[in-house]
């Protein structure tokens, strides 16, 4: 039985960049407005973070803004972010802290996944083994050095595992070295996939388009993990949710209001 309670979809800022990031061969010129989410889920044993979006101060701050943004990823503008969707905000309009997260789970470590563990820097972070390496090298310039060098609780995976009942990780690597998705069983509806960057737009799913950008240039990879969600989705009747897609982040439930 499902211990998930309540799943909570959280804008953490926007992204506006050339399609072509999105959609491997697809949309070059073509400007896009992508949500940049994390997702709350209220579980009855603690509270997990999936994914936490940017880091504010790099953003914020212009000397930082400068050092990241400027010289650290060629080719990604800088996000924007407010002050009101930086996750101790989201957090305090349903009376918690920070300190009530107990897990975070990462899809993969790029800068607008992982860069918001600085918020939340005493729950558990669980991170493919795979992703970890590839961040340290680093793999390609959407890792950031300053985004998880902190002393984190690293909780170091590589196979497919129940976080707990109704919370499974699927590994769908191609995008990056080691991303995992989650499968997340509701209570009263549909079981949900998150894809993270596995599928950034629906567009990736319907089409079976690879992301723009693929660990090693491992197409063929993000191709088998985007079919191996879809599949996972038929097997378990699940919605997949696209990550990046502000047309599909519209159909979600606004937050406060929650998924359950």
């Not at 950034?200 to 079976?208: F, G, I, S, T």
Request: glycine residues 8%.
């Amino acid at each position: 039985m499902t211990q998930v309670l309540k799943l909570w979809p959280l804008l953490t800022g926007t992204h506006r960049y050339d399609k072509s990031l999105s959609t491997r061969g697809r949309g070059a010129g073509e400007l896009i407005d992508a949500p940049i989410l994390a997702y709350l889920i209220e579980t009855r044993q603690g509270r997990v973070l999936f994914d936490v979006g940017c880091d504010y101060h790099k953003i914020a701050n212009p000397a930082q803004r400068a050092r990241w943004y400027g010289e650290g990823a060629e080719g990604f503008p800088p996000p924007t972010m407010t002050e009101e969707q930086r996750l101790p905000a989201h957090f305090a309009r349903l009376g918690l802290t920070p300190a009530d997260i107990d897990v975070v789970f990462l899809s993969h470590l790029h800068f607008d996944h992982a860069g918001g563990l600085c918020e939340v820097c005493g729950a558990e972070v669980h991170v493919h083994a795979d992703e970890l390496a590839a961040a340290c090298e680093p793999a390609d310039s959407a890792y950031f050095a300053g985004d998880f060098a902190g002393g984190y609780r690293w909780k170091v995976q590589r196979a497919e595992y129940e976080l707990l009942p109704g919370l499974r990780a699927i590994n769908t690597p191609g995008h990056t070295a080691g991303h995992m998705s989650l499968l997340v069983e509701l209570p009263d509806s549909a079981p949900v996939i998150l894809a993270g960057d596995a599928a950034d737009l629906c567009e990736n799913l319907v089409d079976e388009i690879a992301p723009g950008l693929c660990w090693q240039d491992r197409e063929d990879l993000a191709l088998e993990s985007i079919r191996k969600l879809k599949a996972q989705a038929r097997e378990t009747g699940a919605e997949l949710w696209p990550n990046h897609d502000i047309a599909f982040w519209q159909t979600l439930k606004r937050f406060p209001e929650y998924h359950a």
